[in-house]
């Protein structure tokens, strides 16, 4: 969509993803958009590379997850060469992202944590910096849900710093997040479809 007059929004150009039943997330980042999906037969799930072409938007790479028990959720870019993915059912996984002189883009596994204690959800994700927030549960209202926080430097897998878990007795469903610093405080956005949105500031 060309949006730069907000009065007269244009559809530019669209691209079907055919046999993906997703999409689920998307994460642009210079030329390259990622899209992270789910396909009609499982266990056909992970990411596309897209890229806008003068003729349209083609697909030049792809990653797909061999872990069978696990989903793929949002996908963030932590920096030009790496993205985070959030593992449904399985954790938080971290993938490099190169791209070849010919323009395809590949993606390779720098690190992946999975924990038992993941299975309701890791679907929702959102970075600022070193850090990396996961939320707990998806689809339904539950309580004891929340979210995990994860660093996410370093050069191996993403490490789990602590879970924090809502105890209020109202239902609580955390969707959509976003992370960032004001003043050198991280917060945190949480669209709780339990309770609607929230602000968190994070400390230590």
């Not at 244009?10 to 789910?38: F, H, N, Q, W």
């Not at 266990?43 to 792809?62: F, H, M, N, S």
């Not at 061999?66 to 971290?94: K, T, Y």
């Not at 878990?165 to 956005?189: K, R, V, W």
């Amino acid at each position: 969509w060309d949006v730069g007059d907000p009065t007269a929004v244009r559809l530019v150009t669209t691209m079907s993803l055919g046999e993906k039943m997703g999409p689920i997330a998307l994460a642009a980042r210079g030329r390259i958009a990622l899209v992270s999906y789910v396909g009609a037969a499982w266990p056909d799930r992970g990411i596309i590379a897209l890229r806008r072409t003068a003729g349209g938007i083609v697909r030049v790479g792809q990653w797909q997850l061999d872990a069978p028990a696990v989903s793929v959720g949002g996908v963030v870019w932590r920096n030009s060469n790496e993205v985070v993915v959030a593992l449904g059912g399985g954790g938080i996984g971290r993938l490099a992202v190169t791209e070849a002189a010919d323009g395809e883009v590949r993606m390779t596994v720098i690190g992946q944590l999975t924990d038992p204690r993941f299975a309701e959800g890791a679907r929702h994700l959102a970075i600022d910096g070193c850090r990396a927030y996961s939320s707990n549960m998806d689809g339904s209202a539950s309580s004891g849900s929340g979210f995990w926080v994860f660093d996410i430097c370093g050069d191996g897998p993403p490490v789990l710093l602590a879970e924090v878990g809502f105890t209020s007795d109202e239902p609580h469903n955390p969707a959509s997040l976003a992370a960032l610093t004001i003043a050198d405080q991280p917060y945190l956005i949480i669209a709780d479809a339990g309770g609607g949105p929230h602000r968190l500031e994070g400390r230590g």
